[in-house]
T-cell receptor, first 113, second 110 residues
Framework: GEDVEQSLFLSVREGDSSVINCTYTDSSSTYLYWYKQEPGAGLQLLTYIFSNMDMKQDQRLTVLLNKKDKHLSLRIADTQTGDSAIYFC?????????????FGAGTRLFVKA | EAGVTQSPTHLIKTRGQQATLRCSPISGHTSVYWYQQALGLGLQFLLW???????NRGNFPPRFSGRQFPNYSSELNVNALELEDSALYLCASRTGGELFFGEGSRLTVL
């Protein structure tokens, strides 16, 4: 199958950490991504991880990959109200000389002041 | 360096009409992807072009079509518009592992 699954909603308090989880089904995935979408806007690439890595950190963002369980997570430290958005998990796999990318349905993050 | 650009930003059509959306990838990117994001839903893969050829298409009817030009820009055409075609249409281009999106074209079908 080609499913990428995420929980639909997450609510946290400002200053707390947010953890957004994602599962995927294709073990041949090469790249795994996290995108952020603010209202009315396109998708902003936050970070991505190559499938042979298990962790990547970039300022307040930490990505963890458990390849055995096909589980990807995004941790946002010290969550701010500006982090309120929809976060999409995506996975890319090789296909006919290029890459095919499949997205999850997105997790809507609410940050309470 | 300019990012992925899409036009028009907004488009209003009526049922049965045709819509044409355009995308210019980041300079040097040869692959262009089109996605549909209906209101409140995730991204559904539509089409993928690379080096002027259609490489793959998602589960959409044939009235969704497109092409890629020699300069790697791309066009998405939607014929015989239906109300449920109202959505944000996102274009992306990639280099290696990085997939970058434009701001989208919002199509409203009345």
């Amino acid at each position: 199958g080609e499913d990428v699954e995420q929980s639909l909603f997450l609510s946290v308090r400002e200053g707390d950490s947010s953890v957004i989880n994602c599962t995927y089904t294709d073990s041949s995935s090469t790249y795994l991504y996290w995108y952020k979408q603010e209202p009315g806007a396109g998708l902003q690439l936050l970070t991505y991880i190559f499938s042979n890595m298990d962790m990547k950190q970039d300022q307040r963002l930490t990505v963890l990959l458990n390849k055995k369980d096909k589980h990807l997570s995004l941790r946002i430290a010290d969550t701010q109200t500006g982090d309120s958005a929809i976060y999409f998990c995506a996975e890319s796999r090789g296909h006919t000389g290029g890459f095919k990318t499949i997205f999850g349905a997105g997790t809507r993050l609410f940050v309470k002041a | 360096e300019a990012g992925v650009t899409q036009s028009p930003t907004h488009l209003i059509k009526t049922r049965g009409q045709q819509a044409t959306l355009r995308c210019s990838p980041i300079s040097g990117h040869t692959s262009v992807y089109w996605y549909q994001q209906a209101l409140g839903l995730g991204l559904q893969f539509l089409l993928w072009y690379d080096e002027g050829e259609e490489r793959n298409r998602g589960n959409f009817p044939p009235r969704f079509s497109g092409r890629q030009f020699p300069n790697y820009s791309s066009e998405l055409n939607v014929n015989a518009l239906e109300l449920e075609d109202s959505a944000l249409y996102l274009c992306a281009s990639r280099t290696g592992g990085e997939l970058f999106f434009g701001e989208g074209s919002r199509l409203t079908v009345l």
